[in-house]
Nanobody, 115 residues
Framework: QVQLVESGGGLVQPGGSLRLSCAAS????????MGWYRQPPGKQRELVAS???????NYADSVKGRFTISRDNAKNTVYLQMNSLRPEDTAVYYC?????????WGQGTQVTVSS
C-alpha cells in the first residue's frame, strides 16, 4: 500500500509559477512510475506529466516547455514545476503511482490561475 500526499497548490496570477510536491509513504518509491494528472472543472481527468523508474519523462502537449516533472527517490517525492501558468491550467492536480497491477492516487490539490 502506498499513500500519496500532494501539496503546493494555490492561487496564482497568469504567467506565474507553482511547484507541486507529492510525498509517498513506504520504502519502494523508486520502483513506481509516477505521474501528475489534473481534472479541470466539468471535465475529465487527464495526464499532465509522467516519469518512469529510470527517469524518462512524458508530457501532455499543452504543458510541454512550461512544466517539468522530477523525482527524488531519497525523499520519496515527485515534483511538478509549473511555469508560465495560464487560466486553462486551473484544475485539481492529482499524484499517481503505478507498479505492475497497483495504481494509487493522492487526494488532489487545487491550482487556480486567475488575475
Amino acid at each position: 500500500q502506498v499513500q500519496l500526499v500532494e501539496s503546493g497548490g494555490g492561487l496564482v496570477q497568469p504567467g506565474g509559477s507553482l511547484r507541486l510536491s507529492c510525498a509517498a509513504s513506504g520504502n519502494m518509491f523508486s520502483l513506481y512510475a509516477m505521474g501528475w494528472y489534473r481534472q479541470p472543472p466539468g471535465k475529465q481527468r487527464e495526464l499532465v506529466a509522467s516519469i518512469t523508474r529510470g527517469g524518462s519523462t512524458n508530457y501532455a502537449d499543452s504543458v510541454k516547455g512550461r512544466f517539468t516533472i522530477s523525482r527524488d527517490n531519497a525523499k520519496n517525492t515527485v515534483y511538478l514545476q509549473m511555469n508560465s501558468l495560464r487560466p486553462e491550467d486551473t484544475a485539481v492536480y492529482y499524484c499517481n503511482a503505478k507498479r505492475l497491477f497497483n495504481d494509487y492516487w493522492g487526494q488532489g490539490t487545487q491550482v487556480t490561475v486567475s488575475s
